[in-house]
């Protein structure tokens, strides 16, 4: 059997499920998702946390809300893998598990790819996948059934005004991302970025309305110069997989350096629209028809 851990956040978790899907259709077999990672916060904070303890703590199930069709691995199959305890046993476990007819492959973080290839292996080899695969070649060829299963089961609820701004008016998605990225102190997108996004935008298309998602909205209201119309979409009360595709609803996209409105621009429909993205994040999932700025 095959087994894929989803972790972190939503944006995370498709291009892990992204994956499980791929290596079902190559292998045509089942491939279980292994979601012990998140909506438990206290398997996370544990000793049976097979590689390392999640640093952004609980991080919630995201992908229920889809119309995905791949099983949850219960009690019985992760078992299969208990004894992977810790990360530095992990490289040590590689080769020894050959002997047991079972692999691990650990998809390190700093890799961010497989050059391009998908790795050249026995795919009918029991196997747990750990990583986030960021890599458009592995997903180009199964694009329109990720499409219908990254699609909600149950339709947003949107106001009767903020549903015709969506289909009447220029839409953009802008997203900035600060909160948890200021407490791992990764990079947050800058506001020089914006500001070219939004120039670049306004020279493109005419009277954008900018529908502002973030994680700390007064933030962005006190300190980023946001022309014309703006509607701040993340003080609606709205779930996260509901603003994702809210993104994906507008006709353009300013992403974030995330994957979580990477996704909303990708799954965006039109056929005109306008992407921009940061210049240096992610070159291998990034599109060549997007504008980086």
Known sequence: MNVVRISDGLGNQMFQYAFARKISILTGKKVYLDTRFVNNEDFIKSGNNIFHRNKLGYREYGLSHFKIVLPLADEKIVSHWKYLKQDNCVDKAFYGLSLMNKWIWKYKKEDLNFDGALPK???????????????????????????????????????????????????????????????????????????????YVESQIDRPVYFIFSDDINWVN???DIPGKKIFVSSMGFQDYEELIIMKHCKHNIIANSTFSYWGAYLNDNEDKIVVCPRNWRSRIIPKSWSKC
């Open 121 to 199: 292996f026995k795919w009918d080899f029991p196997a747990y996948y750990q990583g986030y695969f960021f890599d458009l070649n592995y997903y180009d060829d199964i694009w329109p059934l990720l499409k219908r299963e990254f699609s909600l089961k149950q339709k947003i609820k949107l106001s009767s005004d903020l549903h015709a701004v969506l289909n009447d008016e220029n839409t953009v998605s802008l997203h900035v991302r600060r909160g948890d990225f200021l407490r791992l102190n990764r990079d947050i997108s800058s506001s020089g970025y914006y500001d070219k996004a939004i120039k």
């Open 222 to 224: 006190k300190n980023m």
